[in-house]
């Protein structure tokens, strides 16, 4: 063997491969219990007591990122050593250590309870590929890795040097406070960089468009342990944004796209106000992707031109629509979508659902058909007209519907908590209660107003925190067999709290939640109304486990809700997440309806149960029982309600 390791020696660097191989073959026999390539290792590498450090090491070290990756010859590893050496030099140098040392020592493994045959080998020893090569079959090298980190650098002097065409750089306090960068700081390279990226972004945000700040450099002072920085900085003109191209679109107007951003030519060239008017875009739905660009050159007026890219999204789509629960039954139905109906971002809904199978306060087949038109920025950029025309059909055993609406209405979003809306609504229909059919035509003006600090964009999505405030008044006439005026008033809060602030939970794992409604008719009596739009309670919108509208007054002997002109109703719920897809839930609901127009009057009924949740992509699967604890004559004795997303 000495031989052997005496010829490769001498062709080191130069196809020592291929000579090793030679050799091999003239051997006299195989070498007895001599490991063959490829060679396994375990790799170590020795903490230094800075978590951040350390994790720099483990993420540069290829020995140990790629030591379960197929083995490799002792040769081949021996070049992952010699790699590893400036990979971690270059780790240290980058938290400040640019007097560090890098310590490799490889041991022979071997079996469980046997001993290093050779003791441990330096990773620079030129003769290491063939002790390794040397190695008994079955062992792996066991490779560990220490870092000496000597002294901490610190930053010197900091030196801000013009470009040619600037003259000599003085920061405001704006940019001063961006750059951050002082003498005596930690030379670590991420916040040398950090700074140079913030400058010049504090320069762009102030109109110097053509700004740029250089890749620093550096000279490294052994005797002080300190590093000394030199930025180039060119500011460029101040200026402002010159004209809007826009690209890739096919269906939408272009004059839709420039009322909708929320820049315009001429104003002052910003990036973060540049992105929000991208990202305003893309949030409209129209588009599959949005780009915003900008050359490196003026427009001969020393503006800066901006180029918008399109990719317009699918058109249509169709979707399903179902939900079950044993007071109302199932539903189920199909949705059609035409998006961008006339080029300014229109949507056209078109609706078709078969309601009322199989509900314990159903007395058969009913449906619900209707067309939703959605006009966006109508009148003003935070404002939508939207328009309904729709056909029900309700067999419920407090009274027989069938109707045909049409309303219009305004919503606008007043800030990001806060919406409005206001419109009118015909509706003509024939109820039939108690085996007396009536038909009524009523005009009815709905205000409402929304209130929402939970943070949550979607509404499925579970809130973990935060209020919701929904408030309505809606005066109505009712023209048929004389007029009858009434205004329908309804207000909602519900309120979550994450046990996370106690230290009772991690975040958004425990969550209790409340919700209050209260209701009231003005204006006209309990029978002086159309039984659709008299104040109800019962179901998973105001008391689980009633049925739907099984709170409340009924006639005598039967199952008919009579309904009231005043209504009230609370719910708690602790919601408790399970693993990452599941969880459960525990609640209790109470209400009452009264013919009084004073809330809090009447029979008090209370339900509780329990679900259990599956998180999805698009929000939580929902199941919950319930139970009545005081059950009225002809109630039921249980419900069971199917959706998707929470109750509240």
């Known amino acids: 063997m000495r031989h052997l390791r005496l010829a490769v020696r001498a062709r080191r660097g130069v196809g020592y491969v291929s000579l090793f191989a030679v050799l091999t073959v003239l051997l006299p026999g195989p070498p007895a219990a001599f490991a063959a390539d490829p060679q396994d290792y375990t790799t170590t590498i020795r ?60 041991s022979d493994g071997g079996h469980k309870g046997s001993t290093p045959a050779d003791g441990a080998q330096d990773g620079r020893d030129p003769d290491l590929p063939e002790w390794m090569q040397a190695l ?75 700004a740029h700040v250089s890749t620093p450099q550096a000279w490294l002072r052994p005797a002080t342990h300190t590093l000394d920085i030199a930025y180039t900085v060119h500011r460029g003109p101040v200026v402002n944004l010159g004209a809007f191209a826009f690209g890739g679109l096919q269906r939408t107007h272009p004059a839709y796209i420039a009322r909708r951003l929320t820049i315009a030519p001429g104003e002052l060239y910003q990036p973060s106000r540049i992105e929000r008017a991208r ?20 427009a001969p007026d020393g503006s800066m031109p901006l180029d918008f890219g399109f990719h317009e999204g699918k058109r249509h789509s169709v979707g399903a629509e179902g939900g079950y629960s044993t007071d109302l039954g199932g539903r189920a139905g199909v949705t059609w979508t035409h998006n961008n109906l006339f080029g300014n ?117 579970p809130a973990t925190h935060g209020v919701r405030v929904g408030a309505s008044i809606t005066p109505s006439a009712s023209l048929t067999d004389g007029t009858s005026f009434f205004a329908i008033m309804q207000a909602t809060v519900s309120t979550y709290f994450d046990l996370k602030n106690f230290g009772l939970s991690r975040p958004g794992r425990s969550v209790l ?21 008299r104040l109800y309670a019962g ?38 997440r399970i693993l990452q897809k599941f969880g459960a839930v525990g609640f209790i609901d109470a209400g009452q309806v009264t013919a009084d127009r004073t809330p809090f009057q009447g029979t008090v009924r209370v339900g509780a149960g329990a679900g259990a949740r599956y998180y999805t992509p698009i929000g939580p699967v929902r199941l919950d029982v319930a139970v009545p604890l005081n059950r009225p004559a002809k109630g039921d004795t249980w419900e069971l309600y199917v959706g998707l997303g929470e109750t509240f």
């Open 47 to 106: 903490p230094t007591g800075n978590a951040d450090l350390d994790a720099a090491l483990r993420a540069s070290s290829d020995l140990l990122s790629l030591q379960k990756t197929q083995a490799v010859s002792p040769f081949a590893l021996t070049g992952r050593i010699h790699n590893d050496y400036s990979r971690l030099i270059s780790a240290l140098e980058s938290y400040g250590y640019y007097a560090g040392a890098i310590t490799i020592t490889i």
């Open 136 to 210: 008994p079959a079955g062992h792996k090298a066991q490779i560990s890795i220490a870092a000496s980190t000597g002294p901490l650098f610190r930053i010197g002097t900091v030196t801000l040097n013009p470009d040619q065409a600037d003259g000599p750089i003085h920061l405001n306090p704006t940019e001063a406070a961006a750059f951050g960068m002082k003498p005596g700081a930690a030379a670590q390279a991420e916040a040398v960089l950090t700074a140079g990226a913030s400058l010049q972004t504090a320069l762009t945000e102030e109109g110097y468009a053509l």
């Open 279 to 298: 990202q305003d875009i893309a949030a409209t739905g129209l588009f599959s992707d949005v780009q915003v660009n900008h050359g490196d050159t003026l």
């Open 345 to 461: 971002a229109e949507r056209l809904r078109l609706t078709a659902l078969i309601t009322g199978l199989g509900g314990s306060a159903e007395q058969g087949l009913g449906y619900d058909f209707y067309a939703d038109l959605m006009k966006p920025d109508f009148g003003s950029r935070q404002q939508n007209l939207s328009a309904r025309i729709e056909g029900i059909k309700q067999e419920l055993y407090s009274y027989r519907q069938t109707a045909l609406l049409a309303r219009i209405g305004v919503v606008r979003h007043v800030n990001r908590h806060w919406n409005v809306s206001f419109g009118g609504q015909i509706e003509q229909e024939q109820i039939e209660q108690m085996r007396t059919t009536n038909s009524y035509f009523i005009l009815s003006v709905p205000l409402t107003a929304n209130y929402d600090g939970t943070g949550v964009d979607n509404p499925i999505t």
């Open 513 to 533: 939640a409340f919700r209050g409604t209260i209701g009231n008719v003005e204006g006209a009596s309990t029978f002086a109304i159309p039984p659709d739009q």
């Open 539 to 576: 179901g998973s919108a105001t008391v689980r486990g009633f049925r739907y509208q099984g709170v409340g007054p009924q006639f005598a002997n039967t199952r008919y809700a009579i309904g009231g002109t005043s209504m009230d109703a609370g719910s708690f719920e602790y919601r408790q």
